[in-house]
């Protein structure tokens, strides 16, 4: 009796985790084919290009469990945290050119891309005051639809901005730490790479402190779990909203600047930055910030396993056809369990 | 303390308050009772800043507060534990809490309000790594009337607190409140169960399709014949 009754919630349990435990067994076999076919190599590029979508996909993510905006300008910050590392890096590299200092060459990089997210962290301010606020305060109907298509107007507005005042010219670098690639497990990998994976680990355990272990990170959860709630207990909305977005803005800025040596800046280098952290997020769950972590990762893998078993060109699609896949089984994504943040008035 | 001037109030193009006046004095527990849809709730979330009156006046320690937004008003020391409850469902209890204090800054304020709560509902300790969403529903009204007064304020509004609790429950809600008055913080009771209500309060007011009807000591409004005939079923 007592064996059966144990059985019962176990298999109900396992019911309710279907879509878990169906990603995580195909993860885990993805892996692995990664790794018998690739090898060191491709586990760590898979790694790297995860690490890269994570950090995109958390901005997402945010925005949405907390202001329920349907980003689709998130591209357009990456787009901006490029061009502004690439207009402080490339002075201050001619600089270094004529009086080499190896101290200062190793920390320009980083305050370009520091710089970056300062720039991304303002552009948010403003994008939210200007832009978000007078809208919520109009009106709360519809929010969702309408902030959708804001966000489709600004980024149409910021790339062509781009366009007009820079130009559609590439403009990139090589590398920006003058150094030999490090060998890692047989691997190869360059500096930038490993420095722009380990900037956003950090950026992303640095979101999860704040979010976890401070009063205001704890103001911006509660404000995604129940506004109301929220303001009865004295947060201000106005503040939490505009410092989330701020945030979002700045870790997608950072992620542009330190990419800036493979994605180059140019006005609509957000497009595929934006698609795949949308991949993301619409898999994982939206407004579930650990599952953007997580699913940055599979998509990342399930591209690298295009790459190597089927062929490049199909890179996009294969991950398309596991979200579509996975929207169907589990409509609100599999890290998902309601969507939570949205409320129709 | 709190004083309320010829509200009109409603939401879009639906009127629901009617020129309702009344007034809380300092260390009073007031009933505010009526039938259902009468604007109890309303009248509340109007004080709390969730609604804007279309005129009158909401005065607290003789200061308009109208126009103040919803945090603003909780931060001045009045708060407001809704019908809904609203929650932080997906947080733990101890991290409800901590939110409900979210205005004091100071750490040690925080922690000892904390303990002053735990002592007042050992229940809430019990449970303070479970996550709100999973407490049963006579817990959530007592985490959600804790939270409020982790605050410290000197001004409750509760919206029913009684509403879908079995009995025995439902005296351990009424106990915490007045336990609360005991503590001198100003009580304003929003409540269906009138005859319990209107044993425990000083002053009611009774409100009817968004109108003041009847006002006096609580032991006159039970006493009263209107009220014995369509709330007490007497």
Not at chain 2, 16 to 28: K, N
Request: aromatic share 10%; net charge neutral; hydrophobic share 50%.
């Amino acid at each position: 009796m007592a064996k059966y009754l144990g059985a019962r919630p176990l298999l109900s349990r396992i019911k309710d985790n279907l879509p878990i435990i169906i990603i995580s067994v195909f993860a885990i076999f993805l892996f692995v084919a990664i790794y018998i076919k690739g090898g060191n190599a491709q586990i760590f590029n898979t790694i790297i290009t995860g690490g890269l979508w994570a950090l995109l996909a958390v901005g997402l993510a945010l925005v949405f469990g907390v202001m329920n905006i349907p980003h689709f300008a998130h591209g357009e910050s990456f787009m901006i945290g490029a061009y502004v590392a690439y207009f402080t890096f490339t002075p201050m590299q001619e600089y270094l050119y004529e009086k080499p200092n190896e101290f200062l060459s190793m920390i320009a990089p980083l305050g370009a891309i520091l710089t970056a997210g300062i720039a991304g962290a303002i552009l948010g301010i403003l994008i939210e005051k200007m832009i978000f606020s007078p809208l919520r305060r109009r009106t709360k109907k519809d929010w969702i639809m309408n902030a959708f298509l804001l966000t489709v107007g600004l980024s149409f507005v910021l790339s062509n901005g781009a366009n007009l005042v820079l130009g559609p010219n590439f403009r990139g670098i090589s590398r920006y730490w003058d150094v030999d690639a490090v060998e890692i497990g047989g691997a190869y990998m360059s500096v930038d790479r490993l420095v722009a994976f380990a900037i956003s680990m950090v950026t992303i355990g640095a979101l999860w402190f704040f979010l976890r272990r401070t009063r205001v990170g704890r103001a911006i959860r509660a404000v995604s779990q129940d506004e109301t709630g929220a303001q009865l207990v004295g947060i201000n909305l106005n503040f939490i909203q505009t410092l989330t977005f701020s945030l979002a803005t700045a870790m997608a800025s950072i992620s542009g600047a330190s990419l800036l040596f493979l994605f180059q800046a140019y006005p609509t280098v957000g497009g595929t930055p934006l698609y795949y952290a949308w991949y993301v997020v619409m898999m994982a769950g939206l407004g579930n910030v650990v599952g953007a972590i997580i699913g940055g990762f599979i998509v990342a893998m399930l591209q690298t396993a295009t790459q190597l078993f089927v062929a490049v060109s199909w890179t996009t699609v294969l991950p398309t056809v596991v979200m579509i896949l996975v929207l169907l089984i589990a409509p609100s994504g599999i890290f998902g369990s309601e969507v939570k943040g949205v409320q129709e008035q | 303390m709190l004083e309320l001037k010829n509200i009109n109030a409603g939401y879009d193009f639906l009127q629901v308050l009617w020129d309702v006046s009344f007034h809380v004095d300092e260390g009073e527990m007031v009933a505010l009772i009526g039938p259902n849809g009468a604007g109890k709730s309303t009248t509340l979330r109007t004080i709390a800043g969730l609604i804007d009156p279309k005129s009158g006046d909401v005065l607290f320690h003789g200061k308009v507060i109208n126009d103040e937004p919803a945090h603003m008003i909780s931060r001045m020391g009045i708060s407001y534990v809704s019908e809904k409850l609203n929650l932080f469902t997906g947080m733990s209890v101890q991290e409800n809490l901590l939110l409900g204090a979210y205005a004091i800054r100071e750490k040690e304020v925080q922690l000892e309000t904390l303990a002053y709560i735990f002592e007042l509902f050992p229940r809430l300790e019990e449970r303070k790594d479970q996550l709100a969403g999973t407490m049963s529903g006579g817990e959530r009204k007592m985490l959600a009337i804790a939270r409020g007064m982790m605050s410290k304020p000197q001004l409750m509004l509760v919206d029913e607190p009684s509403l879908g609790l079995q009995p025995s429950l439902t005296s351990n809600v009424f106990s915490a409140l007045k336990q609360l008055r005991e503590r001198g913080v100003t009580v304003l009771i929003v409540e269906q169960n009138v005859n319990a209500t209107l044993s425990f309060t000083d002053r009611a007011y009774v409100l009817e399709q968004g109108k003041i009807v009847l006002e006096g000591p609580s032991k006159e409004i039970k006493a009263n014949k209107h009220v014995r005939n369509a709330y007490l079923g007497i």
